[in-house]
């Protein structure tokens, strides 16, 4: 028996990339600083954008 076994209420969200016409999938590399600096603003930007998604839905109810 675990110490911590039904101790906690642990949710798990998965994040998918949305698709784009600038997306990198399928190639072998592209890691340019562009790149990868453009990735990582969408990604923030998406991130942001479901937290806040979430926190709206939260507050309604």
Do not use: C, H
Not at 32 to 44: A, H
């Amino acid at each position: 028996m675990s110490l911590v076994e039904d101790k906690f209420m642990v949710k798990v969200y998965r994040i998918d990339r949305q698709d784009d016409k600038d997306t990198i999938y399928g190639k072998a590399s592209d890691f340019t600083p562009t790149t990868l600096e453009n990735l990582y603003k969408e990604g923030v930007e998406d991130a942001n954008q479901w937290f806040d998604n979430l926190y709206k839905k939260t507050n309604n109810n």
